[in-house]
């Protein structure tokens, strides 16, 4: 893990840059002030894995983490989070954990969060950050594609990463009611952002919201656990 160890500073020079952010993610069309007001909370900051990016942490754009991830582009944390439609105390399945910047804002919402990563040295990370900062999501390294079904169902699913398709073991553990946000489609491409309708056991309903760009979703795995 190459010795990780999270620097916990957020000074009022950093409330304010993102005070700036948030005004920035209205003016792009986000709505939602219970996401706005979660992500004012969390210092993006401290998710930077990678110092060399460090002073551009409150801007809006995607940036490198480390084993070929990135910390996702706040407008699009926002923009999901606010298709997820959280409710207080839901069970939330995270596909995705990366820096755990998107894990912490959910966690701000008040939602229990269960969280995969792929990436065994992200996952390292990511988990001991989440327990110094005080956020108290389930961390789990393994197969994103297999959920958690130890622990279905789950109210909402949020996948972060892009999918060539929608796993079936994820529609299996979502509640009847519950709502998968998920990007879909082919890597080095764009994928087309999601939300998955829970009907019935048996029935979902679908809705486009328009190409965003992930890193892919990785294969399946034999080592994760």
Known sequence: MDNFEPVMRDTLKHKGMRKKLMDVLRQKGIEDERVLEAMMQVPRHLFFFDTAFLHLAYEDKAFPIGSGQTISQPFTVAFQTSLLMTKKR?????????????????????VKVFTIERQQVLHDKSKVLLEEM???????????????????????????CGAPYVPDALKEQLKVGGRIVIPVGEANANQRMITIDKVSETEFKEQEHGDFRFVPMLEKTDTAE
């Open 134 to 160: 005080g956020y108290k999501a389930r961390c789990f390294y393994g197969d994103g594609y297999a959920g958690r079904p130890a622990f279905a169902p789950f109210d909402k699913i949020l996948v972060t």
């Open 90 to 110: 839901e069970k939330i399945l995270e596909i995705g954990t990366g820096s755990g910047y998107q894990t912490a804002v959910l966690s701000t919402l008040g």
